[in-house]
T-cell receptor, first 113, second 112 residues
Framework: DADVTQTPRNRITKTGKRIMLECSQT?????MYWYRQDPGLGLRLIYY???????NKGEISDGYSVSRQAQAKFSLSLESAIPNQTALYFC????????????FGPGTRLTVL | TQLLEQSPQFLSIQEGENLTVYCNSS?????LQWYRQEPGEGPVLLVT?????EVKKLKRLTFQFGDARKDSSLHITAAQTGDTGLYLC????????????FGRGTQLTVWP
């Protein structure tokens, strides 16, 4: 069984719709992250959370919001989707060491028409 | 501003050739990691280097951390088609706890 799962794996939606991407983990890690990946741009950090009561903005948080419902669950929302949010979205977890080694989910491919 | 610059961006070689991928920065990192990502999957951690000058070997892959902890390289000996993928370097900084800074990646294609 996968340690970090993401749902849905693929989603096509229309401009202006609200979308939620969900991430669950069974690794018992405190730290969770949301990234987006675009061709040629690498991985860019959207939001991260060190525990249930801690939420931090990453480098590209505008247009996104998150919710840490439990240690194991971290959701990403697009309040009003726009076409330039079309991308691959990855959730990751980390045990919290100084190395911050991260474990990624399989990704969600989101297309906004 | 990209903290970590990877080169080359694309690399296409024949099976059996050797190759080196570079990851450079003007910033000092407390540790540096290499990930490999295959199509349709998330990145998977290959190695973490933490000491300046450190060299780690993982079968045919050799990872090196620069003496000043600002750069790293990944060398693959006798590449195989299974090495095909996107190679990402990522740095951890002591001043921004809990975050990793990723390079844009090197897309490696190994042809039979």
């Amino acid at each position: 069984d996968a340690d970090v799962t993401q749902t849905p794996r693929n989603r096509i939606t229309k401009t202006g719709k609200r979308i939620m991407l969900e991430c669950s983990q069974t690794k018992g890690h405190d730290r969770m992250y949301w990234y987006r990946q675009d061709p040629g741009l690498g991985l860019r950090l959207i939001y991260y959370s060190f525990d249930v009561k801690d939420i931090n903005k990453g480098e590209i948080s505008d247009g996104y919001s998150v919710s840490r419902q439990a240690q194991a669950k971290f959701s990403l929302s697009l309040e009003s989707a726009i076409p330039n949010q079309t991308a691959l979205y990855f959730c990751a977890t980390s045990v919290g060491s100084s190395y911050n080694e991260q474990f990624f989910g399989p990704g969600t491919r989101l297309t906004v028409l | 501003t990209q903290l970590l610059e990877q080169s080359p961006q694309f690399l296409s070689i024949q099976e059996g050739e050797n190759l080196t991928v570079y990851c450079n920065s003007s910033s000092v990192f407390s540790s540096l990691q290499w990930y490999r990502q295959e199509p349709g999957e998330g990145p998977v951690l290959l190695v973490t280097v933490v000491t300046g000058g450190e060299v780690k070997k993982l079968k045919r892959l050799t990872f090196q951390f620069g003496d000043a902890r600002k750069d790293s390289s990944l060398h693959i000996t006798a590449a195989q088609t299974g090495d095909t993928g996107l190679y990402l370097c990522a740095g951890a900084s002591g001043s921004t706890l809990g975050r990793l800074y990723f390079g844009r990646g090197t897309q490696l294609t190994v042809w039979p």
